[in-house]
């Protein structure tokens, strides 16, 4: 398998609930990324990983917990959610160095989250 | 500080036709350009990228797409459209000073007729 897998593709939730996403990349890739995508607005960049260590965290709310164990796997913890958080989450990794042909992110399909 | 503009939210075209969707980005330098598509339920895929050097570049899918410095611009292009493009466009701008952020623009969502 190669890419970025993102599981579940699907998700429904309510407001008190905790669920969990996931990312894997069979990329060989250091930088890992999510985004999140709302109708009629530009991609979110939320969280960045770099060697397993946080390097942004684009002010996003204590519900959504980022985890990143290793290289290859990125997980987006969530918890007490708001209906306002319902769109699709994306994973992206890359290298983490800069220049030509380092920085290309690579995406996963998205999980499509749904807050009731 | 950095944007990325894609002026048109929706385009038509009728299939056959020639396909130009729209790029305007604001960066201090040149930056890395870059061309996503997404298909209705999947992931973004790059089309093609452009760092340096020749500034017309050849991306999948018969796409390709010219930097201009003059105008900000980076159009991507196809000279005939099949059904299976529609989708969104997304146009991105990745700083080239030592972090690897992008900027993504708004999208431009391709209706295809047939």
């Known amino acids: 398998e190669t890419g970025v897998t993102q599981t579940p593709r699907h998700l429904v939730m309510g407001m008190t609930n905790k669920k969990s996403l996931k990312c894997e990349q069979h990329l060989g890739h250091n930088a890992m990324y999510w985004y999140k995508q709302s109708a009629k607005k530009p991609l979110e960049l939320m969280f960045v990983?770099?060697?397993?260590?946080q390097t942004e965290n684009n002010s996003v709310p204590s519900r959504f917990s980022p985890e990143c164990p290793n290289s290859s796997h990125l997980f987006l913890h969530l918890h007490t959610l708001q209906p306002e958080d319902s769109a699709l989450y994306l994973c992206a990794s890359s290298f983490s160095l800069w220049g030509e042909g380092k920085n290309i992110q690579y995406f996963g399909a998205g999980t499509r989250l749904s807050v009731l | 500080a950095q944007s990325v503009t894609q002026p048109d939210i929706h385009i038509t075209v009728s299939e056959g036709a020639s396909l130009e969707l729209r790029c305007n980005y604001s960066y201090g330098a040149t930056p890395y350009l870059f061309w996503y598509v997404q298909s209705p339920g999947q992931g973004l895929q790059l089309l093609l990228k452009?760092?340096?050097?020749?500034?017309l570049v050849q991306g999948i899918k018969g796409f390709e797409a010219e930097f201009k410095r003059s105008q900000s611009s980076f159009n991507l292009r196809k000279p005939s459209v099949h059904w299976s493009d529609a989708a969104e466009y997304f146009c991105?701008?990745?700083?080239?000073?030592?972090?690897?952020?992008?900027?993504f623009g708004t999208g431009t969502r391709l209706k295809v007729l047939a």
């Open positions: 990983y770099n060697f397993k260590e």
């Open positions: 991105a701008v990745g700083s080239t000073s030592g972090t690897y952020k992008y900027i």
């Open positions: 452009y760092f340096s050097g020749d500034t």
